[in-house]
Structures are given as C-alpha cells and as structure tokens.
C-alpha cells in the first residue's frame, strides 16, 4: 500500500491561494491518487482525483508530476468556509481505502 | 435523493449491549464502507462489500459484523460493545471499489458512546 506524508496543519488568511502536498513515493503504475475534506462533525467530502499531471474542477486543482511521487492540492482564494481537514488517498481498489490523520487547514480573516 | 443515510444518529449503550447501526443509500452504488473515526484521528476502515453478496474486512473488524442485506442496505453490528468501541461510525458507498469509479459518498455519522 502506498504510504501517504502531508502536513499536520496549516494556516492562510481569506483570499490567498493554498497549496497541500502530498508524498506518496512508493505509489504503484496503478494507483490513483484522491482529496477529501471533511468540516467538525460531518463525513468526508469528495474533491477530486487524478492519475498524472493536471486536473482542474470548479473547486480545487491537482498537480501530480511525472514521476507522481508527490501530490498538490490547490485551493484557489480561500474563504473562511474551506477550514477543514483535508485527506490525501492513495491507491487502486481497497488500498485507496485509507484515510491518514489528513491536513488541518485553518483559514483567518 | 436522499443520498446516504444513517440511523440512529446518538446511542448509548452499556458495556456488553448489542447494537446494530443501520445504512442505506439511494443512488444504485455497487460498494459500501463502514468506517469509524476516533477524536482527532482519521477515517479507519472497518468492513466493506464491494459488492452485494460480498463483504471484507478491513483495518479494524474486531468486534464488528456486517451484513449487506440488499444493494442498497449495509448493516453494522456490534454483538458485545465494549467501552473502546465510543466512536463517530460513518457509512459511505461509492459506484464500485476501483478508481476512477470509486468516489466515496457518506452519511451524517452515528456517534455512540459506549459506558
């Protein structure tokens, strides 16, 4: 299974642009790699998977290098509304499954 | 849609009661997932079927049972509660167990507290 690494917490202010990386080195040919968040007391919320390079919706883009050993998630001006934990998944199949301690991001007026 | 739902909401049970905590979703998915989540920790997996008419451990099944009674129902039971099984318990599913395909879907979350 392929072991994940982000940061316990993080802090930005309204409006700035956040980024949330992920490292993920021995990552299989198979795996995909997801982003959850998830507010006090509510289950997990998708936000977006990829496989290489860039993936862009209409709320959060993923940037996965070639050698996809490293993730980031980027959240384009934040609001105070985006503080949450965000979870980094990576795997194929049951492996993608497990969910790590995931990054506090508080954001500040 | 009502999405995935879970009941009930709040339970307090006494060591050694049983329980079952029950799950259903509306969206046809193939997959579904029994997680719990402990005060300042992440999601840990406790069974999942990926499939109806399958069911697997996961990272945590000690003292759990599930059935998937149809496609849309996934129940957990807890035969004997001990005090170490206090936990927010949330139900997900998801179209099917391999990605790109396996966007996770979850309920509201019981919280039980077991004294």
């Known amino acids: 299974l392929a072991k994940t690494t982000q940061p316990i917490s993080m802090d930005s202010y309204e409006g700035q642009e956040v980024n949330i990386t992920c490292s993920h080195n021995?990552?299989?040919?198979?795996?995909?790699i997801t982003w959850y968040q998830q507010f006090p007391s509510q289950g997990p919320r998708f936000i977006i998977q990829?496989?290489?390079t860039k993936v862009t919706n209409e709320v959060a883009s993923l940037f996965i290098p070639a050698d996809r050993k490293s993730s980031t998630l980027s959240l384009p001006r934040v609001s105070l509304s985006d503080t949450a934990v965000y979870y980094c998944?990576?795997?194929?199949?049951?492996?993608?499954?497990?969910f790590g301690k995931g990054t506090m991001l508080l954001v500040s007026p | 849609n009502a999405g995935v739902t879970q009941t009930p909401k709040f339970q307090v049970l006494k060591t050694g009661q049983s329980m079952t905590l029950q799950c259903a979703q509306d969206?046809?998915?193939?997959?579904m997932y029994w997680y719990r989540q402990d005060p300042g920790m992440g999601l840990r997996l406790i069974y999942y079927?990926?499939?109806?008419?399958?069911?697997d451990k996961g990272e945590v099944p000690n003292g759990y049972n599930v059935s998937r009674l149809n496609k849309r129902e996934f129940s957990l039971r807890l035969e004997s509660a001990a005090p170490s099984q206090t936990s927010v318990y949330f139900c997900?599913?998801?179209?099917?167990?391999?990605?790109?395909?396996?966007?996770?879907?979850f309920g509201p979350g019981t919280r039980l507290t077991v004294l």
């Open positions: 021995n990552i299989a040919t198979n795996d995909y």
């Open positions: 998944l990576v795997g194929e199949g049951y492996s993608t499954l497990t």
């Open positions: 969206m046809n998915h193939n997959s």
């Open positions: 990829g496989y290489k």
């Open positions: 997900a599913s998801s179209e099917g167990l391999a990605p790109p395909n396996n966007e996770q879907f």
């Open positions: 079927s990926a499939s109806e008419g399958t069911t």
